[in-house]
Structure formats: structure tokens, C-alpha cells
């Protein structure tokens, strides 16, 4: 999908991505830039909330332990 940047510096997001990301009418966006390429995401509107369950599937608290393991070694 390609969409055209005004004068103005605006421009408008496609309908089907507004539909599919559920992007309605004063929802915040962030624009991340590396260096390379340029992503914009929703930010919602509790990101806290957003979160959660979203690292379910790793074990973070053995991630935890391994990372404070070698920590005290050094």
C-alpha cells in the first residue's frame, strides 16, 4: 500500500491498515527510525495493559536467574 506525504507533511493511513490495527480517530502513533528504515505503531492507550501475556511463552525468570548467575561470577 503506498499513500503520498502533502506539503504539509501529512498523510493519511490506508483503510486497511486503520481496520486491521483497530486505528481510530485520535489514536496516538509513534514513528521509530534506526537509521534505516522508519516503522510506525499504535501506542495504546494503557501500554501497561497492553503487555500483558505478551512474554508468556519465554521463561523470563530463568532468563533472570542465568543473567544474575553470571553476574556475581564476574
Do not use: C, F
Amino acid at each position: 500500500m503506498i499513500s503520498t506525504v502533502t506539503k504539509r507533511g501529512q498523510t493519511a493511513i490506508p483503510a486497511a491498515i486503520r481496520r486491521h490495527y483497530n486505528i481510530m480517530p485520535y489514536t496516538r502513533i509513534e514513528w521509530i527510525d534506526d537509521g534505516h528504515s522508519i516503522a510506525i505503531v499504535p501506542v495504546a492507550k494503557d501500554p501497561i495493559k497492553s503487555l500483558r501475556g505478551k512474554y508468556r511463552r519465554y521463561d523470563l525468570g530463568s532468563a533472570l536467574s542465568r543473567l544474575r548467575t553470571e553476574e556475581r561470577k564476574k
